[in-house]
């Protein structure tokens, strides 16, 4: 069995490159998102396995209501599904599930199935896994701020879960509003893979890459923890 060596890490995903994959090989830009789904559920295996401590995915920024509604609607049907076929294995496998972002914009359906899917995974102890729907950086931020000012405490507004490794696949260089305040020391790794090939050996190297990585958070080797 492999050891555990990455009990403390939280691992962040721009899981970019869906539609591209499609074209690629003649198919609708659905189809990209139908194969990113099932890499969702390889990836999320994977990091169970490899004793990641929390994965948060970029699965839908609050820009993205841009796209067509008709790709909209593929997406927020994907995340039902995934919501409603995987929580019996995701709790089976003690994977705690919550879904981050904006939550007034999301039909009452997809609400049901969060929910649903947050008290069933509730208990687990192993994998923490955020999935990002309706997220907005900036908008998360803002709220945080006027949340405490209406309060007058110093309480972490946002919660803080600091991001060890921010890792966007697809080939692009930026953070697209994505855990602007919980990367401050992130290390970033922007790889070619488009999502859907973005499987358990990349995941795999991509550790590697962060382990060889020195981390300092602004101090010196010597005292950096
Ligand atoms: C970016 O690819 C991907 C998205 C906007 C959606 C991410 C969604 C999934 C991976 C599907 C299922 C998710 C879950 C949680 C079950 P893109 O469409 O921007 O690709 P492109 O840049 O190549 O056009």
């Known amino acids: 069995m492999e050891t555990k060596i990455y009990d403390k890490l939280h691992v962040a995903i721009i899981m970019d490159g869906n539609g591209r994959w499609a074209e ?123 949340a405490r000012t209406a309060r007058g405490d110093m309480h972490d507004p946002l919660g803080t879960h600091d991001v060890d490794l921010l890792i966007r696949t697809g080939g692009e260089q930026r953070l697209s509003d994505f855990m602007l305040w919980e990367c401050a020391y992130a290390e970033l790794l922007f790889t070619p893979v488009q999502w859907p090939d973005f499987d358990e050996t990349a995941l795999a190297s991509a550790l590697r890459a962060f382990s060889s990585r020195q981390r300092r958070f602004g101090g010196l080797a010597s005292t950096a923890a």
């Open 24 to 146: 690629a090989r003649g198919l609708p830009r659905s189809a990209g998102h139908r194969a990113g789904a099932h890499s969702v559920a390889r990836v999320v295996e994977a990091s169970a396995k490899q004793g990641i401590a929390a994965l948060t995915l970029y699965a839908f920024s609050s820009d993205n209501w841009q796209r067509p509604a008709t790709e909209v609607s593929t997406l927020f049907g994907l995340f039902d599904r995934y919501l409603r076929t995987q929580v019996k294995a995701l709790a089976g496998n003690g994977i705690r599930l919550s879904v981050i972002g904006r939550r007034d914009r999301l039909a009452t359906s997809l609400l049901n199935s969060i929910t649903r899917a947050e008290r069933e995974t509730a208990g687990g102890k192993g994998l923490h896994l955020r999935i990002a729907i309706d997220y907005s950086s900036r908008h998360e931020m803002a709220r945080a701020l006027q």
